[in-house]
């Protein structure tokens, strides 16, 4: 079904504009392939969905940087996305459970020539980057934010690739601020990990809601010496030598527009916002690429965006191309100086 589905949107994406017969044909092979049953609200729903699939067309006629089609949220109205997708990226404020100062907290800084930076960086091709999770309809950007970041400090470290726990930071992390499904914040889950540890994903698999925290015994991946989390300070420049010289970071952007909602490939330059509400991935650049870019694991499965991935364009603004520079945290062994 999957490849008939993909067929039909080729063929349909090539007429100059949607007929009636085949946003029918789109809508129906959309439910099938997602197993989709909207009972009494059908017709609504395929309304909502002939009304994205327009502003995705409309959107693609302008010869953006990017382009919009038929994702796993198109049957969604975008405050239906915003609700179920994003806005559950908590604060940053300091956890009941710590007392850190600003000092105490590695930092950072890119001081070198501009042009002394790697052209461009790909982790995900470099190995240390998992495959793309879905995070289902649950508020756990910032489980996925910070557990990608680890994996790849995990993979440096160790030379292993592994899937760590998403869910042990989302039942545990509680008392540090965290609320599970209803939000939470990067800076929050490291703080518990640099206590706890953090266990396997096959030790302590994703559930997608909120459980107690189950017993977490011995850990199987990092101890609490062993890691501690960092900032990035300074432009888009310290992002960049951060992603070069650190790996992988936890960012955070602003995803509740209808350019995520919809994206299908291409590099994201503008339409989105800066207020923060969705954790994600930095997992490489290229300076070179036609529009400059940032590439960003997302946890919203591989039917989304470039397979899972979206790149977010690369500009000089005070807080990048939808907030991408505002919220920039890391993890680093304990020996990193």
Known sequence: MQSTFLLLTILVSASAEYTAVEVEMLFQ?????????????????????????????MMNKKGLSYELGITPFSH???????????GKLLGTAQSASRNYTATSRTTYQYDGAFEDLPRSVDYVKQGRVTKVKNQGECGSCWAFSTVGALE???????????DLSEQQLMDCSKEYGNEGCGGGN?????????????????????KAHDQLCANVGTQEAFLPFNVRFGRVKGSYSSVLGAIAHMGPLSVAVEADSKTFQLYKKGVIKGNCGVVLNHGVVAVGYDL????PYYLVKNSWGTDWGEHGYVKIGIDHSQFGICGILKDVTFPVSASYQ
Do not use: Q, W
């Open 29 to 57: 092979a959309y439910k099938e392939k997602y197993r989709h049953d909207f009972g009494v609200e059908d017709s609504y729903r395929k309304a909502v969905f002939e009304s994205n699939l327009r502003f995705a067309e």
């Open 76 to 86: 969604l109205t975008n405050s239906e996305f915003k609700a179920t997708m994003t």
């Open 152 to 162: 790849g400090l995990y993979k440096e470290v160790t030379g292993k690739l592994v």
């Open 186 to 206: 990067m800076d929050r889950a490291y703080e518990y990990v640099e206590d706890h540890g953090i266990k396997l994903n096959a030790t302590y698999p994703y």
């Open 288 to 291: 070179d690429a036609h529009d």
